[in-house]
C-alpha cells in the first residue's frame, strides 16, 4: 500500500531572532494498493483532501547554512475506497508522523 500528500503549506517563524518554526497547509492525499493472487491482479487508487502541520528548528552551522531539523504530521482523507462499485475499504483516512533533517541556504 502506498499513500501520501501534495500540499501547498505556509511557514511561520513566531520569533525573529529564533529559528524556530511552525508550519501548516493542505492539498490532496492519495492512497494506492495492489492485490496479486491465483494469478489475478487488482489495483485501487483513491484521491482525496489532505492536512499537513509541522514544526522544526534552524541550527545554523555557517553564515549562510543551516541543519534544519523538522516533525511534521499529514492527515489524509481519500474516503471510500471501492472496486467494481463495491465499498472494500469504507472512510479511509491516513495518519503519517515523519522526522526529517534538510539543509537550508540563506
Request: hydrophobic letters at 40%; a neutral charge; one cysteine or more.
Amino acid at each position: 500500500m502506498t499513500f501520501g500528500s501534495v500540499a501547498g503549506t505556509v511557514t511561520v517563524y513566531p520569533q525573529v531572532s529564533s529559528g524556530f518554526f511552525l508550519k501548516g497547509g493542505g492539498g490532496l492525499s492519495y492512497t494506492s494498493t495492489s492485490v496479486s493472487e491465483a494469478g489475478v491482479s487488482v489495483s485501487l487508487n483513491k484521491t482525496g483532501w489532505g492536512l499537513l502541520a509541522g514544526l522544526g528548528y534552524d541550527l545554523r552551522v555557517g553564515r549562510s547554512v543551516s541543519i534544519t531539523p523538522c516533525f511534521n504530521y499529514y492527515y489524509g482523507k481519500p474516503g471510500d475506497i471501492s472496486f467494481g462499485g463495491v465499498v472494500v475499504l469504507p472512510g479511509w483516512s491516513q495518519d503519517v508522523l515523519d522526522f526529517a533533517v534538510g539543509v537550508t541556504f540563506h
